[in-house]
């Protein structure tokens, strides 16, 4: 096998679409990184516990992960601009009312957990077209994907910060006021796109074309290849250090590391953004195992009570490596499914995704408890190792090249 990689030719990317593309997707990513401490701390004051904040942050995935393959579909019937161009609206409505609500008094859990669960609907309705958006804003896709990814580890970096700094000033109204913002300015951004798209004739049934695209999915042996590792990776590397990894730096350092290790991952993203954008390999999914076995450090330096400075270059190097994984493998997906079927295909990749992380948190305490805290971290960076491997031994994704 080889893996060989080149230097990407310098190609036009700034286009008008592609800046307005580009401002879409970088506000409501900064306003998505805002939203888990404005939620956190408004469902706290409002004297719900840890378990309001649970359910309100779990009604929104739960939602997402419920929803996302009907937004496929939709997507792919509608286009995806529409569909998106309606969820930022819907959303901006959601989180408007939300910001109204902790603005006039404190609104109930019930009320807090539906309005959650209607944006994290919305959120399956976006979130299929923003891999087929790429291919129509941009010519170079790896290019425009890598310089999306470094947007989105910038908004992990400063999203949160700046939540932390406003909602102590003036509380969690004012910081929900500006996530309603930044979905409107998503939206009108999607809206100034010229595309020449046009919807998909009618004809099959709701139910036959997500069956057609359960069937693309299930063609391609790279593609479900890589998703059915990713139930173990997802679960049990990604989801379980999470949690138990800022566990362990609490415990060990404090919490102000635990920030500042979360901005290194994030500038560690912006680094493997940046030399994916440069590096063409001519097999991604081989070179991409790089990636996962690079964020298997992550689980592995918590367990090893680390100092400040080794913890953030550690998780710097998991950050790059994540994120060159991800650039390699959204122009994979971009490149190698039909403009037609992409959505629903993609719809099926992010469901599953979403589900194996989500289950994952849910099992790191108990499992913690059964095999201690260290011994986990340990389990889950040797494991994401192994399945980093899987992919080089998988013949369809070893052998797969570039498009």
């Known amino acids: 096998m080889t893996c060989a990689a080149e230097l990407a030719p310098a190609r036009p990317l700034w286009s008008s679409n592609f800046r307005f593309y580009f401002g879409a997707r970088t506000t409501s990513l900064l306003g998505d990184a805002m939203i888990p401490v404005a939620l956190s701390v408004g469902v706290l004051q409002a004297g719900y516990g840890a378990?309001?904040?649970?359910y309100a942050l779990g009604a929104w995935l739960a939602a997402v992960a419920l929803?996302?393959?009907?937004?496929?579909v939709l997507a792919d019937r509608f286009t995806p601009r529409r569909m998106m161009v309606l969820a930022d609206f819907a959303r901006f409505a959601l989180?408007?009312?939300?910001a109204v609500l902790f603005a006039v008094g404190t609104p109930s859990l019930v009320l807090i957990v539906a309005l959650q669960f209607l944006s994290g609907a919305a959120t399956a309705m976006f979130q299929p077209g923003v891999a087929s958006m790429v291919p129509q804003v941009a010519d170079d896709v790896q290019r425009a994907n890598g310089t999306l990814r470094i947007a989105e580890s910038m908004a992990g970096v400063l999203g949160p910060a700046l939540a932390g700094v406003l909602v102590s000033i003036s509380g969690p109204a004012v910081v929900f006021a500006i996530y309603a913002a930044t979905y409107a300015v998503s939206g009108a951004c999607l809206l100034a796109l010229k595309l020449d798209t046009a919807p998909a004739a009618a004809g099959a049934s709701f139910v036959s074309e997500l069956v057609e695209g359960w069937q693309a999915f299930r063609a391609r042996t790279w593609l479900w290849s890589v998703i059915a590792i990713?139930?173990?990776y997802g679960c049990f590397v990604v989801g379980v250090s999470l949690?138990?990894?800022a566990e362990l730096v609490i415990d060990h350092l404090n919490s102000t590391a635990l920030g500042l290790g979360l901005a290194a991952f994030g500038a560690g993203g912006a680094i493997g953004g940046t030399v994916a954008i440069r590096v063409r390999p001519r097999h991604p999914l081989a070179a991409g195992s790089i990636g996962w076995a690079l964020f298997?450090?992550?689980?592995?330096?918590?367990?090893l009570n680390p100092s400040l400075p080794v913890l953030m270059a550690g998780w710097a190097v998991a950050?790059?490596?994540i994120a060159f994984w991800s650039v390699l493998w959204s122009t994979t997906v971009q490149t190698q499914v039909p403009p037609e079927?992409?959505?629903?295909?993609?719809?099926?990749?992010?469901?599953?995704s979403l589900v194996t992380m989500a289950l994952g948190r849910t099992l790191a305490g108990p499992l913690a408890g059964i095999t201690g805290t260290v011994p986990l971290m340990v389990s889950s960076a040797i494991l994401g190792v192994f399945c980093a491997a899987l992919l080089l031994v998988v013949p369809a994704t070893r052998r797969l090249r570039v498009r």
């Open 243 to 245: 949690p138990i990894g």
């Open 341 to 352: 079927l992409l959505n629903r295909v993609y719809a099926y990749d992010v469901a599953g």
């Open 51 to 54: 378990t309001g904040v649970g």
């Open 67 to 72: 929803c996302m393959l009907f937004g496929g």
């Open 296 to 303: 298997a450090i992550y689980p592995l330096v918590p367990a």
């Open 319 to 321: 950050g790059a490596g």
């Open 230 to 232: 990713f139930g173990l």
């Open 95 to 98: 989180q408007a009312i939300t």
